[in-house]
């Protein structure tokens, strides 16, 4: 079954420090997500990105956030410069049609970000 | 601001149980709404839902939507631990195609043997 691949599974970094989140979403989907959930709280969208755009983009998503996709295949999250409150898990997520089948969205398996 | 409540926020029950999960919603543009069933990490697709009344089964699993009322349930019967999990459910609306899905807190469902 085709699955959303996220790297790294976790890592920790200074705050103030750049990181860089990757995903492969699924080969044919067009629409991809990134949402973050935090310790203990609900799962928050944070943008979409369709056409080599963003779609949408939540409060949350402010200047320190941007995304790319830079070859086709990869789908970064860059934090410009992480604070504590960034700590949390980051789903990448992938859809074919916007999630207008019966899949849905895919989700890959997350990358627990630690801000130091 | 869109909105996803579920209830009950944590149950406990034993194996051979019946459970039925609740999610309410209040959003612009409602698109489909889908429940996902998470263990440790990532959550898992269970089912989605787009027109009221018409029930969606997998299994012992089954979900039905009612756009009127706006709200759906998630029924598990002959639970198992392996059932064990957060359930949550998550609401797809707005204007575009591909528009953000907003989630509910997440049912947290332990099934004990």
């Known amino acids: 079954e085709p699955e959303v691949t996220q790297t790294p599974s976790h890592q920790v970094t200074q705050m103030g420090q750049e990181v860089i989140l990757r995903c492969v979403p699924i080969?044919?989907?067009?629409?991809f997500y990134w949402y973050r959930q935090i310790l203990g709280q609900k799962v928050e969208f944070l943008v979409s990105?369709?056409?080599?755009?963003?779609?949408?983009k939540s409060e949350i998503f402010d200047d320190q956030f941007s995304v790319e996709r830079p070859d086709g295949s990869n789908f970064t999250l860059k934090i410009r410069s992480t604070k504590l409150e960034d700590s949390a898990m980051y789903f990448c997520?992938?859809?074919?049609?916007?999630?207008?089948?019966?899949?849905?969205?895919?989700f890959g398996s997350g990358t627990r970000l630690t801000v130091v | 601001e869109d909105k996803v409540v579920q209830s009950p926020l944590s149950l406990v029950v034993h194996e051979g149980d019946t459970v039925t999960l609740n999610c309410s919603y209040e959003?612009?543009?409602?698109?489909?709404l889908l429940w996902y069933k998470q263990e440790k990490k990532a959550p898992t697709f269970l089912f989605m839902l787009?027109?009221?009344?018409i029930e969606k089964k997998s299994g012992r699993l089954s979900s039905i939507l009612d756009k009127k009322e706006l709200f759906s349930i998630l029924n598990i019967t002959a639970t198992q631990t392996g059932d064990s999990a957060i359930y949550l459910c998550?609401?797809?609306?707005?204007?575009?195609?591909?528009?953000?899905?907003?989630f509910g807190e997440g049912t947290q469902l332990t099934v004990n043997p």
């Open positions: 997520a992938s859809s074919a049609t916007g999630g207008y089948t019966n899949y849905g969205y895919t």
């Open positions: 080969s044919n989907h067009l629409y």
């Open positions: 990105f369709y056409n080599n755009e963003i779609s949408e």
């Open positions: 959003v612009t543009n409602f698109r489909s």
């Open positions: 787009t027109s009221s009344g």
């Open positions: 998550a609401v797809g609306a707005g204007e575009t195609s591909g528009s953000r899905l907003t």
